[in-house]
C-alpha cells in the first residue's frame, strides 16, 4: 500500500526530513500557491520546478523514480478534466492543468515522504487546523489497514462460497459486504473510544513531544519558497 | 474474626451489581464480588454471560445499578479519572488499543492524560517498554507488530499508568501458542493484582489462584480454578470426549 511505503520514507534521516513540520507545510503552501499562479512561460518554469523538486527528493534521500511514479497517481483524474479542456479547445489549458496537477502532487508528497505523521499533524495542528479534522485523519491512516484487511477476509470468504460474481448477484454481495465492514467499524470505533477514556482521555491528544522552528527552518522556508516565487517573478517582468 | 493483617482491604469490591442493555437485555443481575491485592482471578463462563459488562464497569466505562469500590474509591463521575489510573484495562483485541501512530507514543497516551509532562511520559512509556520486552519497537508503527507484540505493547500502554490492578479481557485470543507462553511470563512477573477474562482454562490455571463462573449475569461458583472448571464442565477436554 502507498502508506506504507510512504510511512517508511518520512522515518529517514536527512536535511529535509529533519526541518520542522511547520516549515516544510508552509514552503509547500507558497509553492502551491506559485505554481496555481503561473501560467506566463509555464513550459519553462515547470522545468525549473521540476528541477527544485528533484533537488529536494535526492537531498532528502528518496527514490527519484519511486517518487516520480507516486506522484502520477493525480494523473488519472487531472487527465480527465485535460481532456475536456483539450476537446473545447483549449490544449494549452489542458496542458498547464496536467504539468500544475503532477507538480503540485509532487511537492505534497516530498512532505509527506519528509515528515512522519505525527510530526506532521503535530505543524498542522499548531498552524491553526482544527483539531478535530486532524483527529479523522489519524484514525483513518492508523485503521486503513484494519478496515482493509477485513475486508480482504470477507471477499475471500465471498470467493470460498462461490460469491461475488456478476451472475450469481456478485453486485448485490458487494454491497451487502460493504455494509458489514462500516457496521464493524463503527463498533470498533466504540470499541477504541472506551479503551481512550479507560486510559484517561479527555477530549484532547496531548502530545509527547514539543517541535522547535529553528534558524535553519526558517531559512529552508525562504529558499523553498522564495526561489520558485523569483521565477515566477522573473518570467512575468521579462515576458 | 481474622485480624486485619491478614484481611486486607479488598483491591475491587462490587455489592449487588445490575445492568440491562438499552434493548432490554439483562447482562448483570446482582453479581457480588472481590479482589484481594496481588490476587489473580479468572473469570469463566459463556459468551453473553456478562463478564465482559462486569469488567467495563470497574472503570465507569458502564454505570449500572449496585455499588463498585475500586482501591477504596466508589466509581463515580468525581472519582473516574483516579480510578483509572488505579485499573489497567487490556482490551481483547489489541488493535482497538493501539491508536497512535507510533509504539512510543501509543504506551505514553495514558501517562500524558495523567497530566505528566511529555518528557515524564516518555521516560515512563520506556520504562514500561522495556518490562513487557518491546523497548526495540518504540519506534514502529503498531500495524507492523505482531499480535503478541501488540498484546505486550497493549499492556505496556496500561503499566504506563502504574495501576494496582490489571483486567485483561480474553488475553489469548489471537495468540499462537509461544506467545500465549510469553505473556504468561509476563504477566506472572507483574505484581498487581488481576482479574482475567478467558474461555482459556490453561492459561487461566497456570496463573489464577481463583476462578470465577458468570452464568446468566450471575456468579454461579467461585474457587480454585480447577474446582470451577470440574463443577461448570468448562474444559474443552471433557467436550472433545463428548
Redesign the interface.
Known sequence: MHHVVL?RWS?GSSFVHRRDARAKILALLAFLAVVATTSRSFEWLAGFYLLLLLAAVISARLPVAGALRRAAVVLPFSLTFAAISWLSGEPRHAALLVGKSYLSALAALLLVSTT???QLLRGLDTLGIPGFLLMVA??L???L??IVEQGRRMRLAGLCRGGLKRRSGGFRAAAGALGVLFARSYD?AE??H?????????GHF?????ARFGFADAAFVCVAAGLPLAASLAARFRG | MRPAAQNPAPVISVRDLHYRYDDGTVALAGVDFELQPSETVALFGANGSGKTTFVLHLNGLLEGRGSVEVCGMPVKKETLKRVRQKIGLVFQDPDDQLFMPSVLEDVAFGALNLGLSPQQASARARIALEKVGMIESLDKAPYHLSAGQKKRVAIAGVLVMEPEILVLDEPTTFLDPPGQRALTRLLRELPQSKLIVTHDVDFARSLATRAVFFEKGRIAGEGPADRIVEQFHWDQKQYNRC
Open positions: 510511512e522515518r512522519p505523521l505525527p489519524q484514525f491512516y492508523r485503521y489497514f484494519v470498533r470499541c477504541i472506551r479503551s481512550m477514556v479507560s486510559r484517561g482521555f479527555q496531548q502530545l509527547l513531544s514539543s
